[in-house]
């Protein structure tokens, strides 16, 4: 089984395309009105419109993505102007991570092992 694509739904869809544009460094299509998709690492990213407001719940993860220099993303992000609550930090289990919201408040991780074989 392989994962094919995530959905977002929002009011403010164009507001989520161009904020994970540039967080993910992806190029945004719109493949039909209001359904724009983003290739990230072999998933698709798929953001659609919505009338209402879904409820984000504040401890659960959202998207999570693997990258090679966490701190190195940090860097970028921050230089990019979008909004890091505090610098990666390193886990007792062996992952260094930083965490971020989307403009909806969907959250988003950025992860990377550095502590031995990299865990599923």
Known sequence: MT???INIVSTQ???LVEFYSLVLQA???????GRWELPVGGVTLVITPTC???PVNKDCCGLEFLVD???GEYA???AAGVE???PPVTYPWGWRAIGIKDPDGNNIDFVHCV??????
Do not use: M, N, S, Y
């Not at 502590?115 to 599923?120: F, I, K, L, P, T």
């Open 3 to 5: 994962l094919k694509c």
């Open 13 to 15: 869809r164009e507001r």
């Open 27 to 33: 190029e945004a299509k719109e493949i039909v009105p």
């Open 52 to 54: 209402e407001k879904t």
């Open 69 to 71: 220099d966490v701190d």
């Open 76 to 78: 970028r992000l921050t």
């Open 84 to 86: 890091v609550p505090q």
């Open 115 to 120: 502590g031995g074989a990299e865990q599923a």
